[in-house]
């Protein structure tokens, strides 16, 4: 078990290194450069940008300012931003805490949601599961950012003493923090939740319809016993997976949905670097969040074996 | 089975799908014909609501938004059906090659493909749509980027097990060459799954390009599309909040479509959901 972890740890080194080779030849593939982006519409001598250039190191081919970039980030230096001189690891981590704890949040979010919901429909069928299931196939259909769109109209027209824009700082006031995360957190759990649902749902009932099951009831056990120790323990594999892979696609939309309730995390940071062609920041956002999907998918192949014996890497 | 059988009757799922898919497709083809007013073109009327004219109000500066929504349909569901189509283009035959040969080529294909499954998609589309820069083309040459990669995954799963299959065996042992051993005896058994996640794809493709226009990322304007829409609906929500109406539930819609087709193609061609 060590060994599997740490070899799919060792196997992240050269994916992510493939990353950061993408992410840096893709941004200076792309027609405008720093130079002429932070420009913008004022007419600068060709001078003028070729010394832009070779003060950020722009103006040596791609490979040579790779290699630099690369040997500072294995010392830990992400390097700095183009336009505020600053190291991008300091002013990344605040904004990556914050979309963390969104992502987190919503995670965490549409796992209750989803896993009761798809109990409840597994476990009382009929009507019940009728219900869930309608309900479910609508809200998978209706895209996080229209959830969040619909919900800050509502907000708006109905409680507009709710203030759905107060994004507060943890560090300031934890309580309405989270309060302030609440709606957007629960935008993007929506249709995650609906995953989630579906997948606990066919997997109880794939529990539930095996030998030793019948003989738990035959024994005279008691439902409820039968519910969590039967079919809950081992209808949580899936339900881990699925959850494990969703965070990635949380991730994503977090960067979405925080723009639309002005939340300061990643998603506007990213913005700005992308079309201010501030490649430093663009590169150290693109493998930090490479790096987050890949630890997930290694957390979601050890819980996999943890809960379920029968599951071996040897 | 009896010939309403085979043609998807019997399948309510299917049904529904594929009539809510027809009416999809008929917006893309004649949407222009079918819209009451040009998209573009403004009125004094401005932020009306639903009149007996304006069916569903007028937007800021007075274009009708019944009109705006059918063209804006057209521009949005076009761009997803030629993207989708060319991502399953190169996933087919990128997986058919990876899982058919096999070997060196296999892997070192498959270890890109790992490089690229380690970018949230959402993250990708924007990265790569921001660096190219907003337009049709490049929307459609982002969606068959990002989606391609899983395609292909699709797609190989199930040739690395049909290609051991005992007819391949045969039509091998007759003589048949790979390259039509590999397309005639092992691609046609593999079209259920590709199916089933075409339309999947389809789903999240609307997502990812009305996300995109969303966030001013779409085709450029004065050209409407729906998430443009949604987020102009959104600057002027306090004066007209009906016109929020109109653009989600199109998205809605056609996200449903989709979904509700992936669905019934999986009841009717018996894919085990993954």
Not at chain 1, 100 to 128: D, V
Not at chain 2, 76 to 105: D, E, Q, R, S
Not at chain 2, 106 to 134: E, N, T, Y
Request: with cysteine.
């Amino acid at each position: 078990m060590r060994r599997l972890v740490l070899i799919r740890l060792a196997w992240m080194l050269p994916i992510l290194l493939g990353v950061s080779v993408v992410a840096f030849v893709l941004m200076r593939a792309l027609p405008g450069d720093f130079a002429q982006a932070s420009a913008g519409t004022t007419e600068l001598a060709p001078e003028a940008l070729n010394i832009i250039r070779r003060d950020l190191g722009l103006d040596r081919p791609v490979w040579e300012q790779y290699l630099r970039w690369l040997a500072k980030l294995l010392k830990g230096d992400f390097g700095d931003s183009f336009t505020t001189h600053k190291p991008v690891l300091g002013e990344l981590l605040p904004r990556l805490a914050v979309t963390a704890e969104l992502t987190l949040i919503a995670g965490l979010m549409a796992m209750a949601m989803g896993a009761s919901s798809g109990l409840a429909s597994a476990r009382w069928r009929g009507r019940t599961d009728w219900l869930v299931r309608g309900i479910n196939g609508l809200f998978l259909a209706v895209p996080n950012f229209v959830v969040a769109t619909l919900i800050v109209l509502l907000a708006g027209l109905y409680f507009p003493e709710v203030g759905i824009f107060n994004y507060t700082p943890f560090l300031t006031d934890p309580l309405g923090n989270l309060g302030s995360m609440l709606l957007p957190a629960f935008s993007l759990a929506l249709a995650v939740s609906v995953t989630i649902s579906e997948n606990t749902r066919a997997a109880v009932l794939e529990v539930s319809s095996q030998d030793f099951v019948m003989v738990a009831r035959a024994k005279g056990l008691r439902p409820s016993t039968i519910l969590w120790q039967y079919l809950v323990r081992n209808a949580l594999t899936p339900i881990i997976t699925v959850t494990g892979l969703q965070l990635a696609s949380l991730l994503g939309g977090s960067i979405l949905i925080e723009t639309i309730f002005t939340i300061p995390g990643m998603g506007q940071y990213l913005f700005d670097a992308v079309s201010g062609r501030n490649y430093p920041v663009v590169q150290a956002i693109v493998l930090v969040a490479a790096t987050v999907v890949l630890l997930v998918n290694v957390l979601v192949d050890v819980a996999y074996a943890r809960v379920d014996a029968r599951v071996s890497y040897d | 089975m009896t010939e309403r059988q085979r043609l998807g009757g019997g399948n309510a799922m299917m049904s529904i799908g594929l009539l809510m898919l027809a009416s999809l497709v008929a917006i893309t083809l004649f949407g222009t014909l079918i819209a009451p007013y040009n998209p573009s073109e403004t009125s004094a009327d401005s932020l009306a609501g639903p009149t007996a004219a304006h069916w569903l109000g007028t937007d800021s500066i007075g274009r009708d938004l019944l009109s705006r929504l059918i063209v804006g349909g057209r521009t949005t569901l076009l761009i997803t059906f030629v993207a989708v189509t060319l991502a399953v283009c190169c996933g087919l035959v990128l997986g058919l090659f990876c899982g058919y040969v096999g070997g060196l080529a296999d892997q070192v294909v498959m270890r890109i493909l790992d490089v690229v499954f380690a970018f949230p998609v959402f993250l990708l589309a924007i990265a790569v749509v921001a660096a190219l820069g907003p337009s049709v083309p490049n929307l459609i040459l982002t969606i068959a980027i990002v989606y391609t990669p899983r395609l292909a995954r699709v797609v190989r799963g199930p040739v690395l097990s049909v290609k051991r299959w005992d007819h391949v065996e045969a039509a091998r042992s007759v003589g048949v060459s790979e390259f039509n051993i590999a397309t005639r005896h092992v691609l046609p058994l593999i079209v259920s799954p590709v199916l089933v996640e075409t339309s999947l794809t389809l789903a999240q493709t609307i997502f990812t390009i009305t996300a995109l226009s969303f966030l001013g990322l779409g085709p450029p304007p004065p050209d409407p599309n729906w998430g443009a829409m949604l987020s102009e609906a959104r600057q002027f929500m306090e004066l007209a909040p009906l016109t929020v109406i109109g653009p989600a539930a199109a998205i809605v819609f056609a996200t449903l479509t989709f979904i509700v087709l992936a669905n019934g193609l999986r009841e009717r061609l018996d894919v085990a959901s993954r």
